[in-house]
């Protein structure tokens, strides 16, 4: 397996532009993660799935920001509109099953708003 | 809600001296305990993690941790560095009874080796 793959690497957008960032996890795995890494707050968890199902998205910052997973191989983290502190790297992960001990991250998406 | 605290934000060591990250929790029950390394550039993987048993947990590439329950740590140690351990370091902790769900990360020690 290729791992958990997002795309894409990098993105720079304008402020008030609508972002989209994608994620393909690791094929039969049941959890996918979205984080947010910025060098003020860390690693912060935004919202995560089980079987395609949202289970909490309280990390969400604002309504700006919404989330989906419409099958069990693709899930897509989306921004509209875009601002500038939304500038972070966001990561997703995926997980097998709950009783798993390894979360599998992918490479990451750096994002600038300017 | 669990929350990790690390306290070195930066540390600068040279070639083969020692190293200890502190890492500490709070949670009011039985957790489970990560830590994640991030080399420049890349993405973040799993270096040890402890579930239960031993508290003294040994991972890849000479890392080991510590779990001290009185004292809500799992600082991680390595006796001799290399320029190679270069990278940030991210302690992190769930619920027990979550497996590997929602882990909650600290804030990151970016350790800097130099040669």
């Known amino acids: 397996d290729a791992g958990v793959i997002q795309s894409p690497r990098h993105e720079v957008t304008e402020m008030g532009q609508e972002v989209t960032l994608r994620c393909k996890p690791i094929?039969?795995?049941?959890?996918l993660f979205w984080y947010r890494q910025t060098m003020m707050r860390g690693l912060e968890l935004l919202i995560y799935?089980?079987?395609?199902?949202?289970?909490?998205d309280s990390g969400m910052p604002e309504d700006r920001f919404s989330a989906k997973m419409p099958n069990a191989s693709f899930s897509t983290l989306k921004i509209q509109p875009s601002e500038p502190r939304d500038s972070a790297v966001y990561f997703c992960?995926?997980?097998?099953?709950?009783?798993?001990?390894?979360?599998?991250f992918g490479q990451g998406t750096r994002l600038t708003v300017v | 809600a669990q929350s990790v605290s690390q306290h070195n934000h930066h540390v600068i060591l040279s070639e083969a001296a020692s190293l200890e990250l502190g890492c500490n929790y709070s949670?009011?029950?039985?957790?489970?305990l990560f830590w994640y390394v991030q080399y420049p550039g890349q993405h973040l993987q799993l270096l040890l993690k402890?579930?239960?048993?031993?508290?003294l947990v040994k991972g890849i590439k000479g890392f080991e941790a510590e779990f001290i329950k009185s004292k809500f740590s799992f600082n991680l140690r390595k006796p001799s560095v290399q320029w190679s351990d270069t990278a940030e370091y991210f302690c992190?902790?769930?619920?027990?009874?979550?497996?590997?769900?929602?882990?909650?990360f600290g804030t990151g020690t970016r350790l800097t080796i130099i040669p």
């Open positions: 799935f089980n079987n395609n199902v949202p289970i909490d």
């Open positions: 402890y579930f239960s048993g031993d508290p």
């Open positions: 992960a995926s997980v097998g099953n709950r009783g798993d001990t390894e979360a599998f």
């Open positions: 094929s039969g795995h049941d959890y």
């Open positions: 992190a902790v769930n619920a027990a009874n979550f497996g590997n769900e929602k882990l909650t």
């Open positions: 949670y009011g029950g039985t957790v489970n």
